[in-house]
């Protein structure tokens, strides 16, 4: 572990368990270090809970150009906060008044447990509503709201933008493209219970809920890394949530995920609290934390090709997509499979375009520079995972 990531983690644990840092380690805490820290933390969306703690321990030099930029990400959060906070009672209220039932997804429950909920940013605001009501939530949010809506309707949900710029994801399933997990995460509305909230606004049971964030967790893991935050996440949920952890653990036994829920709560007990680390810590740390909140291109496909079992077969597997991923990007095959030979050679087609090209040369550069090291130790983690 680099000193830089030593001391981004003292800082996150300070944050998590309401803590000052040890007076013994401010001295390590110079101006280079904390330009440092802003950028591992801007890439993991985290300046807000980073510079909380900076300013708490006065560690923030007065006048300073990199305090100013600290100052500037905390108010920006707030700001988010705020907007999407208010944006999404309105969106609550407009789906109560048309009798759409919902369930709001991610940071719009998580965020009700950190210190300060604006701590807890997100990018959009993530709400689940039946299949059945898609269009019908789509044309009460654009014609009431004035949301625009991208029309491009994606595996899971829909994008819309409200006047001030507000991203929504409209989804309609949680399936993430991945066969252990959507099984399970096609049936979220048996999980679903009732508020007080009101009669259509709806919440995952505390265990799906869990489930769901895991799962969503490992498929991000899967893609080049899923960033701190889930980790954050998952240490405010394990400490304040009430659930049945035999209910809980059946459900990631059957979307094959526990194994891997076991090492995140590692991580969460080696970083914040005071247990030791592990192997599987040491590789999920080097790997999350180099990858940021969405991971990196080389993290994924590197995680790819060990899947796939090797290079070549990666590549084959980049353009004779499964039918099960390959339907989402081109609908008519739900309704005629036997295309899909056809839609293959049209995605091999779609290479031609010059955007597609350049895409994958430099994936194709990316894989071969990926070392020997490298393929070992993402088989390694991927095996002790068993993802």
């Known amino acids: 572990m680099s000193s830089i990531t030593k001391l981004f983690l003292i800082v996150i644990r300070a944050f998590v368990t309401n803590s000052k840092i040890d007076p013994n380690l401010k001295s390590q805490f110079t101006i280079d270090v904390i ?10 969306d985290v300046v807000q809970i980073v510079s909380d703690v900076l300013f708490k321990n006065d560690m923030l030099p007065i006048g300073e150009e990199i305090t100013k930029k600290y100052q500037k990400c905390q108010i920006n959060a707030l700001h988010r906060y ?10 609550y209220k407009l789906f109560e008044d048309n009798a759409i039932e919902f369930i709001p997804l991610k940071g719009a429950v998580i965020r009700q447990y950190y210190p300060e909920p604006y701590m807890r940013t997100s990018c959009d ?9 898609l269009e019908r939530a789509k044309n009460a949010l654009v014609s009431a709201l004035n949301y625009k809506s991208s029309e491009k309707i994606s595996f899971h949900d829909i994008s819309l933008f409200s006047l ?4 929504l994801e409209l989804h309609y399933n949680l399936k993430e493209k991945r066969q252990n997990l959507d099984e399970l995460l096609g049936k979220v509305w048996d999980y679903a219970v009732n508020t007080k909230e009101g009669k259509y606004f709806k919440l995952q049971s505390p265990e799906f809920y869990i489930f769901y964030h895991i799962a969503h967790m490992a498929n991000h893991f899967l893609r080049g890394g899923c960033g701190i935050r889930t980790f954050i996440d998952l240490y405010f949920i394990e ?39 592990t192997e599987i810590v040491d590789l999920i740390e080097a790997f999350v934390l180099k990858g940021g909140v969405y991971g990196t291109r080389e993290n994924r496909i590197n995680i790819d090709q060990n899947k796939q079992g090797g290079k070549i077969k990666y590549f084959f597997s980049r353009v004779f ?11 008519v095959l739900k309704k005629h499979k036997i295309l899909l030979p056809l839609m293959w050679i049209v995605r091999l087609f779609s290479f031609a375009s010059p955007q597609k090209r350049k895409r994958a040369q430099k994936d194709l550069l990316i894989q071969k520079g990926i070392s020997e090291d490298s393929e070992i130790t993402a088989e390694k983690m991927l095996k002790l995972l068993e993802i």
């Open 164 to 167: 001030g710029g507000i991203h």
């Open 239 to 277: 400490k304040h949530i009430e659930f049945d952890r035999k209910k809980l653990t059946l459900l990631l036994r059957e979307s094959e995920i526990e194994t891997f829920y076991n090492a995140a709560l590692q991580c969460v007990a080696a970083w914040f609290e005071d247990a030791p680390s």
């Open 125 to 133: 605001i993530d709400i689940l509503v039946h299949e059945e009501d």
């Open 35 to 44: 330009e440092k820290l802003f950028i591992i933390a801007k890439s993991h």
């Open 321 to 331: 997509i499964p039918y099960d991923n390959l339907k989402y990007k081109y609908p």
């Open 82 to 91: 705020m907007n999407i906070e208010r944006e999404q009672q309105t969106i």
